[in-house]
Structure formats: C-alpha cells, structure tokens
C-alpha cells in the first residue's frame, strides 16, 4: 500500500472512530450536562446582555460529588436570603462584597461563604453593633465585570465599605480589552489620577 494510501486510509479510520464516540457520548451523556451553565434549563446563571448573573429565587439543591449545597438569591441577584434595604438599620454598618465564585462561594452553602464568615468575625471583633456584608459576586467574573457590577450596585446601597475578591478569570478579561479600553476612555480624569500618570512617566 503506498503512502498516500496509508494516509487516506488512515483518515477514514479516524473519521469513523471519531463519529462513533460521538455517537456513543450522545446516547449515554444527557444534553444538558453538555452544556453552559447559563444554557442550562435549571442553571444558576443567565445572561444579562453580555454578562452572566445569578438566577433569581431559590435553586434547588446542588452537589459537588458528595458534598450538597443549597443557595438562595433574591431578586436583585444578590446572594441574600432576602431583599436588601437601600440604607442600614440604625447601629448597622455594611459592606458590599464584590468578585467571582470565590466570593460568591460556589460549593459553598448559604450562610457559609466568605462573606458570611467576614461577617461573622467582625461581629465578634466589635465592629459595630450589627454587620451586613452584602454578597455581590458572580461566578464567572473577572476584574472589569466586578467594575460594571460596582457601577451598577454602588449608587443602589448605602454601603461603608466594599471588599473585592480578587478575579481569577483571567482568560475572560482579555477578551474584554477592548470595552474595557472604551469605558476607561470615556471616563473624566481626575486632578490627582493626571499628576500620578505624569510622575509615572
């Protein structure tokens, strides 16, 4: 048999073997298990314009192999067991919590997430006299969607700080270069934000 033949034949071979895993995978694999977690009849994202948020209401139970998990959203797709005021009760300090899965606490069940725990502590360190931090992240996020989360929830909650999980998505915030060019553009510079550029220089 010649080369070229070897090579066809070859080809073929692999075309069919290919063809037939796919159909293998098709018959034993479910289709919703192939796809996105924002495709997902019963996932917990969705896409709101070209970001994903959390899925309002309640979901139902999740599993990471054995571990089970239980996470409840409200509806303005904070991780919150229930709607949050605009401003504090009287004696009440809060904190927004802005980042990915890491703050929003995938596998995680409620009340357990970084966010709770800080909560937690600060409590127990005296803070104030009550503590909310407010669960603002996002599975998925990277550093300019924890931006345009801030722009849209920072005017929203009388909050007296915010605290930002650092974005491990990094893939996703190159793909994001240039509206994040476009949004930096079109903000004013500051006074200050010009004399650090020139010192930079």
Not at 106 to 118: A, E, H, K
């Amino acid at each position: 048999m010649s080369p070229t033949r070897k090579l066809l034949f070859g080809l073929v071979v692999a075309a069919a073997l290919f063809a037939f895993l796919e159909g293998l995978l098709r018959v034993l694999v479910p289709k919703q298990r192939l796809l996105y977690t924002w495709e997902q009849d019963n996932g917990p994202l969705a896409m709101a314009g070209p970001r994903l948020i959390p899925k309002p209401g309640h979901w139902n139970t999740r599993r990471d192999g054995p571990y089970r998990w239980e996470t409840t959203v409200n509806d303005d797709t904070l991780r919150e067991d229930g709607p949050v005021a605009a401003h504090p009760q009287p004696g009440e300090k809060r904190i927004l919590a802005l980042g990915d899965s890491w703050i929003f606490g995938i596998s995680v069940t409620q009340g357990r997430t970084i966010p709770d725990q800080m909560e937690d502590q600060l409590k127990r360190a005296g803070w104030a006299e009550k503590v909310d931090v407010i669960n603002a992240g996002v599975p998925s996020f990277a550093a300019f969607d924890v931006l345009w989360r801030w722009n849209e929830l920072g005017g929203r909650y009388q909050v007296d700080g915010v605290l930002i999980g650092e974005p491990h998505n990094a893939r996703r915030g190159r793909a994001l270069t240039g509206e994040r060019a476009a949004w930096y553009q079109a903000l004013p510079v500051s006074k200050p934000a010009a004399i650090a550029r020139r010192h930079r220089c």
